[in-house]
């Protein structure tokens, strides 16, 4: 009986060492919550399902409006800046006449901050602009809430005079 209770006890265990594994709170499918973000126009819903993996974090990020949906996947190494994400359509503000350009692809540093609690995304990219190309720098952190409900993704990017917010709920 008590060879049972160590066996339970250290199963237990295994499992509250790997739920408390650093970023392990961003697993799972967000959807974001319109009243509170910043307009995302022309966008009606905004999903992300997060992954962690050896390493890295995976991002599936799905834009929707009537019938057009647009998905992009960030398959991104924590602890480097030699990600360079293959971008599809650049999904910020489509609606202002710029397009990913260049070599149609991001730069992305991406890490884990305040003991695992921030992910960080530093991200570089070229945009076509009726301008011509104008390079693009952008700083993202997502956080969680204490209750792990909410996920809350801070951007600041060097185009815009003000931050962008977008607060996503847990999806059950």
């Not at 070229?126 to 209750?147: N, P, W, Y």
Request: proline share 3%; with cysteine; aromatic share 8%.
């Amino acid at each position: 009986m008590l060879k049972l209770f160590f066996i339970s006890a250290l199963v237990s265990l295994m499992f509250a060492t790997a739920s408390a594994q650093p970023g392990s709170q961003f697993i799972g499918t967000w959807v974001i919550d319109s009243e509170l973000s910043t307009a995302f126009d022309p966008w009606r819903s905004i999903q992300l399902d997060i992954e962690l993996v050896e390493g890295g974090v995976v991002i599936e990020e799905l834009c929707t409006t009537g019938r057009r949906r647009s998905t992009q996947r960030y398959e991104l190494k924590l602890g480097s800046s030699q990600n360079v994400v293959p971008i599809e359509m650049w999904t910020g503000n489509r609606h202002i006449g710029a397009y990913i350009g260049g070599d149609r692809a991001m730069r992305i540093d991406a890490r884990l901050d305040d003991g695992g609690r921030t992910l960080v995304l530093d991200c570089r990219y070229l945009l076509d602009t009726s301008q011509g190309e104008t390079a693009v720098r952008s700083h993202k952190e997502f956080r969680v809430s204490s209750d792990g409900d909410q996920l809350v993704v801070m951007e600041l990017r060097s185009t815009r005079p003000r931050p962008i917010l977008q607060v996503f709920n847990k999806a059950n």
